[in-house]
């Protein structure tokens, strides 16, 4: 007995959640902070969370290439994680950049927003740094239950609660998927310790063939889909994106996404490697789903903000593919194009937070004719953005495509490229067309006053240097990436 | 070993011009705030460049590679955003932001009160950043970058009065002459880029390509194919024959622009980048005779055409196409280095001539702005006696004549001469190329001196009522002139050649880049004196003198002659006046087959079946989207099912 | 494999059989003779008052989550407190921590007034 107790404090190991932890301290301290200031004054605490970010940034960075094992197995900081503890930060803090003056403007000065933003970041952390189904679920439940909020926070619009609770309901309905599945696996390894799967399927090699190893593959499988937002797991995704407060919305297609393919990488090439017929095989049909039906359904959207969520469908799409090929550039592919994506579609949906103007109901194509010449710096930022989703030169977007459509030539499926490469083709319709929009129709009447802000500004600037940056030098980053693979 | 790594420095600053003015240039306004940002970023690259240059001449080593950081690498491919900086690239730099630190300082005045001065000065930052570019590259895709850039500003520069339609068409005309040289550039490196993979060498750097350049059968198919296809992208950027027809339209563009872009920089696009090959261009003898021949055809076909213009400003860029033509002439006969030397002295006093020229151009407007008069400034017909008007124009104009013309001691002559020689005695050289060189000469010398005797000499022809406006320009207009004059007047004296007792310190200079390959076609810079050498330069000189004297009998002495001559050699006159009819001939060849078989395809294939086949492609995907939204149907349990269905049939399919 | 569950296919096939049969047959055999007070929904042989679908306040919900919530505390103190003596001092700081984190969970339910029922 007492060499159990002092096994398990032996394995206590905080630095390999220190990131996380300096995350929740600051969480925690902006809920009291909320609690004892004044409703409506948010300024305060929105710098307070930049600054938690930032230092967690900071801490996360020092973890690079010192990998730390803790909790008996159950979480691995190493750099896998850590590059993904990065995107999230960053997405993160583009994301409470641009969100103080919106909440404002909207009318919900609402305090909470940003311990349950720092939350949110903290779940995903774990779900990217877990090494055990069930620090996995942790997080993802942490995660998701701060973002069900965080959909719901306008409490007095309709649009708000619905995707609230649309997204609570589906997300409630898909984890039931994914417990199911780490059940089926944990009744035929006797663990769920992702590695130790992994170790006991290469061991008994005729398990890979039971069907209750296949089915809580596929169960988990669907599970983290439904995060990623692949089809046919995807229905909630444009009405969730739509209804949710734009900033939120920005953040959710850039954070979650990217834990939610963290952890389906880790437990697919770790734990079910043996496997990897069967679910390449899978995913290949689910890329290419996932492309079409994001990119064919957005032309038809006339509200931006709606065609983006088509779009976020497509680009997990993409990025699938990457998963597909399961090589080392495909695998650094989806780290990289993450990344990418974090900075180009939060971008895009910041330039929408300005755009927007109060109660957010000009985010048609209609409402942005002649955009372009009103507000020329939202203007050329947002037609960068647009090149980047559409994966042009020399911008993040093509760089990201590169590396994955190559990962994939590489392990032989050419013809999933190609239809990768053709649904770049579709989507340059829709993607376009908001241009088209923005500079050669006539205003339809005076555009207005937009509020520019500083915070949201900087977001827009700092987006901007990021895609340019990931576009004309992807080298480096690609280096890292593959430096993070296990 | 020393450091040059903040070469990055030196496109950056007009990068950062170039967007600021951009971006901003509308809301500040102030014209002199955006000049001297644009201004301060191309002096700032200057700055850096002296330095860097300074710095390589007291290196014993003279090649660097810079790379900044790796742009993209698949597999064994690997690309970075490099720079290189030889001697060859350290003369362009110079050239570059030195011609053009002075035009942008220039233009302050000449661009004063325009209506789109921001986006003037960001276009002309931006091209110096993509020349700079070009030149700096140390892969072949960096210069492609720089060179599609340059060619971009070109044509938005061409096209600056857009509410102008000659300005529009001559800024399309460009732009498409342009690309099908560009296309010919990338055939090239494809070319070479697979013809090298096949040996195991998937590179674009130069450094690389010059190493294993070997492996390529010297004088074999694949090596011709390639540097023609390169040539032919340098015909297309340095206006030589067939892709010329542009650069003359091209003076539709503000009078800086065509002293900075279409004479000084980016027409020697071309130029540069065989010289950047020579290694590779010297492996090609028969390419290396279509350069050669290309180059001496140009140098005499444009002269010819130079004679009769009436335009200040046509007879200058027909002198580009005729001055472009001996330096291909000379790399074509492998004497690289007088070709950069001749590019450098031609950058000195043709950039002055046309900065000259706009000077006056600037005076004339002036004056019949102010006499309310629509006459055209730019016509020499209307100009004459101006050099007591504009005594410093006139006389850095005049020194730059004399330079052109080869008249010892200035520049021109020292680069002309040296190329006539080598055209003379290369290895791949021969009397007929230096005839027709010689020949070329004469007739510059004549149109060019034509041209002052018409604009500064004689009785002033202006209107009477525009005539006394006409004034000397302001300081900032007249400053740059004095410089390049001064450049043209002692800008060859670093290279002169060891025959007249010189050093010839720039083609020592360049040395390391060229030596290696130039002595393949008997080429030596320290070569000793040869029996003909004395003879041929001074015949060059007599026709010189001939061609001046000949100028000064037509429109000084006997201003009557020339019309005498024209009834006489009617036709002559005519299709010489006419640029030879070969814009017509373009067009009725090529321009109008090719319309019309647009038109065919248009109405024959395109309509029916092509946007059949576009139209029914649109209409299944919109279709098919209108289907699939009505799948959102915003029922949540309707999304649950489509989850639980497709769930089932996923584990459905993997387990039965 | 799978015939070692044959049994339970039985088991259930069983089970569904008797208690459809017995719906039926009631149905087809029983007699029926309704009355207002034999239709009335049951609710503990009290007079049914109002209608049974009646809407709770959402304070119920409030209240039963935080109560739940830190019941949950209560149920790991027990294990922590039969081990106290051998996790020492790290022990007691790590439930110390613990207990902050939820202390501050009910400073906030407190000071946001989700305690008080009016």
Known sequence: MENLVQMALQNVNMAAIMPSLVLCCFGMFLLMINVFMPRGKTTAASLISLLGLAVTFVVTLRAWNHPELGFAGHVALDNFATFFNVIFLIAAFLTVLMSDDYLHREGYPVGEFYPLVLFTTAGAMWMASGTDLMTVFLGLEVLSISLYVLAGLFRGQLRSNEAGLKYFLLGAFSTGFLLYGTALLYGVAGTTNIADIGFYLSAHGKMLQNPMTIAGMLLLAVGFLFKIAVVPFHMWTPDVYQGAPTPVTAFMSAGPKAAAFAALVRILILGLGGLQADWSSLLWMLAVLTMFIGNVTAIYQTDIKRMLAYSSIAHAGYALVGLVAANAVGISGILFYMLAYTFMNIGAFAVLVLAGKQGEDNLTLEGFSGFGYKRPFLGVAMSIFLFALMGIPPTAGFAGKFYIFAGAINAGYIWLAILGVLNSAISLYYYLRVMVYMYFREPQEDYGWVRMNPGTVVSIVLAIVGVLYLGVVPGKIMEMAKMALF | ?656 | MLDSYLPILVLIVIAVAFAVGSVIMSRLIGQKKPGEVKLAPYECGMPPVGSARERLSIKFYIIAMLFIVFDIEAVFLYPWAVMFKRLGLFGFVEMGVFIIILLIGYVYVWKKGALEWE
């Open chain 2, 1 to 656: 070993m020393q450091d040059y790594s903040l070469i990055w420095l030196i496109p950056f600053f007009p990068l950062v011009g170039s967007v600021i003015n951009g971006l901003l240039g509308k809301k500040i306004k102030n014209e002199k705030v955006i000049g001297t940002i644009a201004t301060g970023a191309i002096a700032l690259s200057f700055v850096v460049s002296c330095m860097l240059f300074f710095r390589l001449l007291g290196d014993s080593q003279k090649v660097h590679e810079v790379i900044i950081a790796s742009w993209m690498s698949a597999g064994k491919l690997q690309i970075d955003w490099g720079f290189l900086l030889d001697p060859l690239s350290g003369v362009m730099i110079m050239v570059v932001t030195g011609v053009g630190s002075l035009i942008h300082l220039y233009s302050n005045g000449y661009m004063h009160g325009e209506e789109g001065f921001y986006r003037y000065f960001s276009y002309l930052n931006l091209f110096c950043f993509s020349m700079l570019m070009l030149v700096l590259g140390n892969n072949a895709l960096v210069m492609f970058v720089g060179w599609e850039g340059v060619g971009l500003c070109s044509y938005l520069l061409i096209g600056y009065y857009f509410e102008k339609k000659s300005a529009g068409d001559a800024a399309k005309k460009a732009f498409v002459v342009n690309r099908v040289g560009d296309f010919g550039f990338l055939i090239g490196l494809f070319t070479l880029f697979w013809a090298l993979g096949e040996h195991g060498i998937w590179t674009v750097q130069f450094t690389k390509i010059a190493e294993h350049a070997h492996l390529l059968p010297a004088g074999g198919a694949v090596v011709t194919i390639v540097t023609l296809c390169f040539f032919l992208g340098a015909t297309g950027k340095s206006a030589q024959i067939p892709l010329y027809t542009w650069l003359p339209d091209a003076m539709e563009g503000p009078t800086p622009v065509s002293a900075l872009i279409h004479a000084a920089t980016m027409v020697t696009a071309g130029v540069y980048m065989i010289g950047r090959m020579n290694g590779l261009f010297a492996m090609a003898p028969d390419t290396m005779m279509v350069v050669a021949i290309v180059g001496a055809a140009t140098a005499i076909f444009a002269a010819s055409i130079g004679l009769a213009q009436n335009d200040i400003k046509r007879v200058l860029a027909y002198s580009t196409v005729s001055q472009l033509g001996y330096m291909f002439l000379a790399m074509g006969v492998g004497a690289f280095s007088a070709g950069i030397f001749h590019l450098m002295t031609h950058a000195f006093f043709k950039a002055c001539l046309f900065l000259g020229s706009g000077s006056v151009i600037h005076a004339m407007h002036h004056a019949y702005h102010h006499a309310h008069l629509h006459d055209d400034p730019q016509d020499m017909r209307n100009m004459g006696g101006l050099r007591k008007k504009m005594p410093i124009t006139f006389l850095t104009f005049f020194v730059s004549t004399l330079a052109i013309a080869g008249i010892p001691g200035l520049s021109g002559f020292f680069s002309k001469d040296e190329i006539l020689w080598w055209a003379f005695s290369s290895t791949r050289g021969g009397w007929i190329l230096w005839l027709i060189g010689f020949a070329a000469a004469g007739m510059t010398a004549f149109y060019m001196f034509r041209l002052v005797f018409m604009t500064f000499f004689g009785e002033q022809r202006t209107d009477e009522r525009a005539k006394d406006h006409v004034h000397e320009s302001p300081f900032v207009i007249t400053l740059p002139l004095i410089v390049l004059g001064l450049l043209a007047l002692v800008g060859g004296w670093i290279g002169i050649p060891k025959a007249l007792g010189g050093a010839n310190h720039f083609e020592h200079f360049l040395a390391p880049v060229f030596e290696h390959t130039q002595e393949m076609f008997g080429i030596h810079s320290q070569h000793s004196l040869h029996a003909y050498e004395f003879p041929l330069m001074g015949a060059s000189i007599g026709v010189a003198l001939v061609g001046i004297f000949l100028a000064w009998l037509m429109y000084v002495k006997n201003p009557e002659a020339p019309k005498a001559l024209v009834a006489r050699f009617r036709w002559l006159y005519v299709a010489i006046f006419n640029k030879w009819f070969v814009d017509e001939l373009y067009d009725g060849l090529f321009v109008n087959a090719t319309k019309r078989l647009g038109r065919y395809c248009w109405k024959g294939f395109d309509l029916p079946i092509i946007d059949g086949i576009v139209n029914g492609a649109g209409w299944l995907v919109q279709g098919f989207s209108r289907a699939l939204r009505f799948w959102q149907t915003g029922q949540i349990h309707g999304y649950a099912m489509t989850m639980v269905i497709g769930a089932v049939i996923i584990v459905a399919v993997y387990i039965v």
